[in-house]
T-cell receptor, first 112, second 117 residues
Framework: QKEVEQNSGPLSVPEGAIASLNCTYS??????FFWYRQYSGKSPELIMF????GDKEDGRFTAQLNKASQYVSLLIRDSQPSDSATYLC????????????FGTGTRLQVFP | GAVVSQHPSRVICKSGTSVKIECRSL??????MFWYRQFPKKSLMLMAT?????????EQGVEKDKFLINHASLTLSTLTVTSAHPEDSSFYIC?????????????FGSGTQLSVL
């Protein structure tokens, strides 16, 4: 089982809709969870991080964490074409909190 | 926000040559830097953790003699791909973190696209 799993997509949503991106992880002891946005040929950019169960909102973005079910999701409200990118989920492993383990990413396409 | 500078952004080289990639933290001291490799449509794979003044820690399956890492100062880490081959063609990204900082304060360089002919 991969340590961090994401659906590769593409996930296509119309402009103005809510995009929902999901991520599951295998290390039950993981404590820190991150969502990065990556445009093609560019480096990742941190969008959200979350440590506690529940929801965390920042502007149009909401991260949701459910440690019991070992999943973390990212909701993007009022999706814009400029949100079209690959979204990477990253998790700190319990045995090495220095390391970030990345999922393969979900490609999001927002069409006008 | 903090800036991590990575150079070159793109390099094309012949098979068998060596390529050096630099990663600099411009406005903070980074005792720890990380090097990743990303193949097309794949995720970032951690190659090694670079610690200032000590040997790098390589991930399983990464050849330390092929991917030489030097972290000689608190603001500079270098990755040298020795005797590069076409299968080494990839996007290499570094990241850096200040001492004591947690991973929400991890900053990425802009990446280096390596193409080996």
């Amino acid at each position: 089982q991969k340590e961090v799993e994401q659906n590769s997509g593409p996930l296509s949503v119309p402009e103005g809709a809510i995009a929902s991106l999901n991520c599951t992880y295998s290390d039950r002891g993981s404590q820190s969870f991150f969502w990065y946005r990556q445009y093609s040929g560019k480096s990742p950019e941190l969008i959200m991080f979350i440590y506690s169960n529940g929801d965390k909102e920042d502007g149009r973005f909401t991260a949701q964490l459910n440690k019991a079910s070992q999943y973390v999701s990212l909701l993007i409200r009022d999706s814009q074409p400029s949100d079209s990118a690959t979204y990477l989920c990253a998790v700190n492993l319990l045995y090495n909190t220095d390391k970030l383990i990345f999922g393969t990413g979900t490609r999001l396409q927002v069409f006008p | 926000g903090a800036v991590v500078s990575q150079h070159p952004s793109r390099v094309i080289c012949k098979s068998g040559t060596s390529v050096k990639i630099e990663c600099r933290s411009l406005d903070f001291q980074a005792t720890t830097m990380f090097w990743y490799r990303q193949f097309p449509k794949k995720s970032l794979m951690l190659m090694a953790t670079s610690n200032e003044g000590s040997k790098a820690t390589y991930e399983q399956g990464v050849e330390k003699d092929k991917f030489l890492i030097n972290h000689a100062s608190l603001t500079l880490s270098t990755l040298t791909v020795t005797s590069a081959h076409p299968e080494d063609s990839s996007f290499y990204i570094c990241s850096a973190r200040a001492p004591g900082a947690t991973n929400e304060k991890l900053f990425f360089g802009s990446g280096t696209q390596l193409s080996v002919l």
